[in-house]
């Protein structure tokens, strides 16, 4: 493998990217139309109904948001001018054959010039229904992969998949491909189809019974677990995305195939500018609850190696792989991008910046009162959880041993809320668990390499930078990571 200049690579190139709207997506189509403003187009794809509605997620979620505000002062009077000639946008859904893109004239533009598809679409919802999942994580790869093939002039196709399609494995996790049908507790059976089937005769089955949409919802949900478990993934979300997986390699022929499995994902590290993030992500949603005082306990093991790596990074890594493996029809190449091996940090250095944000900048309540916080405090077994339970929420029935079936009980009579709240809990520590204990380190040889080989070569390696070992992770969580969470998500 031999790399050079990727702004060369990029130039005059045409790239696809799925989930068009998305936090990954937004970062990835700025830096490409930032640095190489020579790119010949960048196609988004995103959920509409039409041109219209595609036209106004474009503004909304994607030009509208401040990421592109280094890009605007660079282009200045021309930037309107220069996004109309490079960027456009596409209403469709990858769930549907040929991505449901209805325009026949594009369409045959799309199959005659594309160069690289990135495929970013997915649901990433832990809780999901499973058909939805099911429809979007791995038939969707599917119609992605059945596009990709009708490109007559497609180098690559990167999947963009997830670390933890390993499940709850301990110990070193390699950078290896699943083939259809592998389970990670080894049951034999798995096929993607017959689970497409078992999800269509359920649905027909509530449907029949005129059931109502809450209900549908809420099996969808507890079928995705179930079934998750079934095969030896924690939830919906890491399962369809391994599926995904396998239904790719199974399906690749001869198209130029790389998967990138990050790790948790969080803001920009330094480009377009530090502290960028969207949504509420995994890691997030407990900073936010912290700062807002929602947060009493923290459940995990204070030692646990958060593995994480900023967004700017993947979106790097993504294009440095893209030109690595342009018209490479060898087997599928894995590149987990994350931090565990390379440069760890413990949750305590999360907790410590949290709290040191949110002590000398309180977050405002609704009624303009700062939020005073102080430590977590950390359970590090779900033994010392329900311990905590017990003596804060089902004091009065003296008995640390009823915890389990007081918490439903004792909340019955007084407030059916309180009971959804506590119920609500205990499904989100269930599917959480997994993570909260997590004992696995994601081996990044592959990653490493590419690293090595695009410092060896032309490539610009300060602009598409992703080494975590440049990260002082005290230092990015405090002045970059909490405060952009605070700044972006908080608000």
Known sequence: MELSSILKF?????????????????????????????????????????????SIRLQNEVLGKELFKVLKQKMGANFNSFISEKLSVIPGDITCEDMSIKDVKLKDELFRDIDVIINLAATTNFDERYDVSLYLNTFGAKYVMDFAKKCTKLKVLIQVSTAYVSGERTGLVKETPYDMGDTLN???????????????DKLEELQAEETTDEIIKQTMKDMGLERAKHWGWPNVYVFTKALGEMVLIQEKGDIPLVFIRPTIVTSTFKEPFSGWVEGIRTIDSLAAAYGKGRLPFFLGDPELIVDVIPADMVVNAILVAAMAHANDVGDVT???????????????VLHEAAYQHFKHHPWVNKDGDPVIVGHVKVLGSMASFKRYLALHYLLPLKGLELANFALCQYFKGKCVDMNRKINHVMRLIEIYRPYLFFKGIYDDTNTEKLRITAKAGDVETELFYFDPKIIKWEDYFLNTHIPGVAKYVMK
């Open 334 to 348: 894995i590149y987990q991008v994350g931090s565990s091996v390379k440069n760890p940090v413990k949750f305590t």
């Open 10 to 54: 990029l130039d005059n190139k045409v790239i696809l990217i799925t989930g068009g709207a998305g936090f990954l997506a937004k970062i990835l189509a700025e830096k490409v139309l930032r640095t190489q403003p020579n790119v010949k187009k960048v196609y988004l794809l995103v959920r509409a109904a039409d041109n219209m509605a595609a």
């Open 186 to 200: 080894g049951r034999p059976g798995l096929d993607i189809e017959v689970e497409k089937k078992l999800v269509e």
